[in-house]
């Protein structure tokens, strides 16, 4: 039977296509499993592994045997054990703490659905409290790479399972970067969601109004798939939130198309003496730089207003908000706790509900002014963990060094912000660094379009593994149902109809020309000026026209607003695409001026030739 280890999902579809056993292949790799591996709280036993598959031989039995409705049939994962799973304790790193659950969180209720199959639970920092990996009773878990170096927390166990290959994908959690740290220092994907797009419901809370899942894949395409499948509104969350049908106007995205990719990156990045990590920041930046097909431009930014906002997360009143999710537990049973979660979560009574209300006022002010730095971009790209340091350094300086490895992090859910961990090399030590792609909520899918084309770019093998990573496949898909138009006169950017799209919250995607099926005519007494296209059969030309993309909600009333002879119909673009466009009835074009030798409506309106 082959090895599993190092498998993408990919991996583990194709060996069921060609007829392997779902618990032949999961009972291999059961026996790769070392008992002293610090990863792991709880694992999957024979009567368990049994039980599980029974259960998915009956949903695969529900769908008559359609492997299409079960995209994650016979995939093995794992949980971070701050995630209930009925049959097995939830410890959050804490066995004096553990529970058990009546049933399954919604994000695990989702995959077992999908058909994925848990293998076991694993270790974190005690109640999510750390970016480290080494605050837990059940030992550190060390980096991939490095025994010697951090794996990075507090979902450390998650990333070192993935990494090693054992799974293709797991669930952590992420409250100020323990999705993205520990993808970073273990050469992994870190899918940190728009907060409320995976539902928190069955998660031990850190700072609940914070907190959400997270997903380590070995592939983009892998952390997407899952993505896809947790994705959705739990009613019984308080916290789950439904996709806007519109996106916010100054809402900063990730274009799909068009000329650059306007990504800001920190102006003066700090590193904080570790110079191999700067220098792979470096390296790069000037990859990034080079990647053409997306054509990217980085922005150096004044990143002070994150900074001072990520500071608030452990230095201000939010360290109550974890202090509210163990309050009971920690009057009881502090002695239980690692000393340096409860040293920090003891900080809690510092604050009077008055700092936490004037905290809540600066923290909306930074995110105004983060909103407003971000209105000219489309992201962000940051280093994911400036350090990486030793187990030992760590041990010997927890507070200072963990809060340096959230330098990059910690603002990002305060900003009710979406971020895309992913791999960028290698530093001179052998360990992995990664970047950060972060933009605004609801842009998840668009991160995972451009991260796909660096990944592309710039290949590293699978995790710690010396497995080739496939060709990343994630392709653009907006967060709400979108249209395309194609616009070729007084609508155009700068002309004066356009703030009727642009007061839709549409995007332009690209600059094209038609086919060269087309004639354009200025048409007789129209208010503002305005072009009619025509399709013809011989004698056309090439015209410009702009694309633009609104939320399909947003569609209808913009029609409304098209006076006859104009209308939408469809327009070929000069490759071959076929996309709504402005069309002009055939009475319209009594009287009107041919104007296509200008080639575009901007040209005709710029040669003065209008006024004539």
Same mark, same amino acid.
């Given at each position: 039977m082959?090895?599993?280890?190092?498998?993408?999902?990919? =991996?583990?579809?194709?060996a069921?296509?060609?007829?392997?056993?779902?618990?032949?292949?999961?009972?291999?790799?059961l026996d790769?499993?070392?008992?002293?591996?610090?990863?792991?709280? @709880?694992?999957?036993?024979?009567?368990?592994l049994? %039980?599980?598959?029974?259960?998915?031989?009956?949903?695969?039995e %529900?769908?008559?045997?359609?492997l299409?409705?079960?995209?994650?049939?016979?995939?093995?994962f !794992?949980?971070?054990?701050?995630?209930?799973?009925?049959g097995?304790?939830?410890t959050?790193?804490?066995?004096?703490? @553990?529970?058990?659950?009546e049933?399954?969180?919604?994000?695990?209720?989702?995959?077992?659905?999908?058909?994925?199959?848990?293998?076991?639970?694993?270790?974190?920092?005690?109640?999510?409290?750390?970016?480290?990996? $080494?605050?837990?009773p059940?030992?550190?878990?060390s980096?991939?790479?490095?025994?010697k170096?951090?794996s990075?927390?507090?979902?450390?166990?998650s990333?070192s399972?993935?990494?090693?290959?054992?799974?293709?994908?797991?669930?952590?959690?992420d409250?100020?970067?323990?999705g993205?740290?520990?993808?970073?220092?273990n050469?992994?994907?870190?899918?940190?969601?728009?907060?409320?797009?995976?539902?928190? #419901?069955? &998660?031990?809370?850190?700072?609940?109004s914070?907190?959400?899942?997270?997903?380590?894949?070995?592939?983009?395409?892998?952390?997407?798939?899952?993505?896809?499948?947790?994705?959705?509104?739990?009613?019984a969350?308080?916290?789950?939130?439904?996709?806007?049908?519109?996106?916010?106007?100054?809402?900063?995205a990730?274009r799909?198309?068009?000329?650059?990719?306007r990504?800001?990156?920190?102006?003066?990045?700090?590193?904080?003496? =570790?110079?191999?990590?700067?220098?792979?920041?470096n390296?790069?930046l000037?990859?990034?730089?080079?990647l053409?097909?997306?054509?990217?431009?980085?922005?150096?930014?004044?990143?002070?207003?994150?900074l001072?906002?990520?500071?608030?997360? /452990?230095?201000?009143?939010?360290?109550?908000?974890?202090?509210?999710?163990v309050?009971?537990?920690?009057?009881n049973?502090?002695?239980?706790?690692?000393?340096?979660?409860?040293?920090?979560?003891s900080?809690?009574?510092k604050?009077?509900?008055?700092?936490?209300?004037? @905290?809540?006022?600066?923290?909306? #002010?930074?995110?105004?002014?983060?909103?407003?730095?971000?209105?000219e971009i489309?992201?962000?790209?940051?280093?994911?963990?400036?350090?990486?340091?030793?187990?030992d350094?760590?041990?010997?300086?927890?507070?200072e060094?963990?809060?340096?490895l959230?330098t990059?992090?910690?603002?990002?859910?305060?900003?009710d912000?979406?971020?895309l961990?992913?791999?960028?090399?290698?530093?001179d030590?052998?360990?992995? +660094?990664?970047?950060?792609?972060?933009?605004g909520?609801?842009?998840?899918?668009e991160?995972? $379009?451009?991260a %796909?084309?660096?990944l592309?770019?710039?290949?590293?093998?699978?995790g !710690?593994?010396?497995?080739p990573?496939?060709?990343?496949?994630?392709? /653009?898909?907006?967060?709400?149902?979108?249209?395309?138009?194609?616009?070729?006169?007084?609508?155009?950017s700068?002309?004066?109809l356009?703030t009727?799209?642009t007061?839709?919250? !549409?995007?332009?995607l690209?600059? $094209?020309?038609t086919?060269?099926?087309?004639?354009l005519?200025?048409?007789?007494?129209?208010?503002?000026p305005?072009p009619?296209?025509q399709?013809?059969?011989?004698?056309?030309?090439?015209?410009?026209?702009? &694309?633009w993309?609104m939320? @399909?909600?947003?569609?209808?009333? +913009?029609v409304?607003?098209?006076p006859?002879?104009?209308?939408?119909?469809?327009?070929?673009l000069?490759?071959?695409?076929?996309?709504?466009?402005?069309?002009?009835e055939?009475?319209?074009?009594?009287?009107a001026?041919?104007v296509?030798?200008?080639g575009?409506?901007?040209?005709?309106?710029?040669?003065g030739a !209008?006024?004539?």
């Open positions: 082959p090895t599993t280890l190092g498998w993408t999902i990919a =991996d583990w579809q194709q069921y296509k060609d007829g392997a056993e779902p618990e032949a292949l999961i009972s291999k790799l790769y499993l070392d008992d002293n591996d610090n990863a792991w709280i @709880a694992r999957l036993d024979d009567p368990a049994n %039980s599980a598959m029974v259960e998915l031989s009956e949903r695969l %529900s769908v008559d045997g359609d299409d409705q079960l995209p994650l049939y016979g995939i093995p !794992a949980i971070k054990d701050n995630i209930d799973v009925a097995l304790a939830t959050a790193g804490c066995p004096a703490f @553990a529970y058990q659950p049933q399954d969180a919604a994000v695990v209720r989702r995959l077992k659905a999908a058909g994925a199959v848990l293998i076991g639970k694993t270790n974190l920092d005690q109640f999510a409290t750390g970016l480290v990996g $080494t605050r837990s059940y030992g550190a878990v980096n991939s790479f490095n025994k170096v951090i990075g927390g507090s979902s450390s166990g990333a399972v993935v990494a090693r290959g054992l799974v293709p994908f797991s669930l952590g959690t409250t100020a970067g323990s993205r740290v520990p993808a970073g220092l050469n992994l994907v870190g899918l940190k969601p728009t907060k409320g797009l995976f539902s928190i #419901e069955g &998660v031990v809370p850190a700072c609940r914070l907190d959400c899942v997270s997903v380590f894949g070995l592939t983009i395409n892998d952390a997407a798939l899952v993505a896809d499948c947790i994705s959705g509104f739990e009613p969350d308080a916290y789950s939130r439904k996709a806007p049908t519109a996106l916010p106007l100054d809402a900063p990730i799909r198309s068009g000329p650059v990719q990504l800001a990156i920190p102006d003066n990045p700090r590193f904080f003496g =570790d110079q191999q990590a700067e220098a792979a920041w390296t790069a000037s990859q990034w730089r080079q053409d097909t997306a054509g990217i431009e980085l922005v150096p930014l004044d990143f002070t207003p994150m001072e906002l990520a500071a608030l997360l /452990y230095e201000g009143p939010w360290v109550a908000e974890r202090h509210a999710a309050e009971e537990f920690m009057a049973h502090a002695t239980d706790i690692n000393t340096t979660v409860r040293s920090i979560i900080n809690a009574g604050f009077s509900a008055t700092d936490t209300f004037k @905290a809540q006022y600066r923290k909306e #002010e930074l995110v105004r002014q983060i909103d407003t730095l971000l209105s489309d992201g962000l790209l940051v280093p994911t963990a400036p350090i990486a340091p030793t187990i350094a760590v041990n010997a300086n927890p507070v060094l963990n809060s340096q959230g990059y992090t910690n603002f990002v859910n305060l900003a912000l979406c971020a961990a992913v791999p960028a090399g290698f530093r030590d052998g360990l992995p +660094f990664g970047v950060t792609l972060i933009s909520a609801w842009k998840d899918r991160l995972q $379009t451009l %796909s084309q660096w592309n770019a710039h290949p590293t093998p699978l !710690a593994t010396d497995k990573r496939p060709e990343e496949m994630a392709t /653009y898909k907006p967060a709400v149902p979108m249209v395309q138009v194609a616009v070729v006169g007084a609508h155009l700068g002309m004066p356009n009727q799209l007061e839709r919250r !549409a995007r332009l690209e600059q $094209t020309t086919t060269p099926n087309y004639r005519f200025a048409l007789p007494n129209t208010t503002p305005k009619g296209l399709r013809v059969e011989q004698d056309g030309a090439e015209i410009v026209l702009e &694309v993309e939320a @399909a909600s947003e569609f209808g009333s +913009f409304d607003l098209i006859a002879p104009l209308g939408i119909g469809n327009v070929e000069a490759d071959g695409r076929w996309v709504n466009g402005f069309i002009c055939g009475y319209g074009f009594t009287g001026r041919d296509t030798e200008f575009g409506w901007r040209a005709f309106i710029k040669s !209008a006024t004539q």
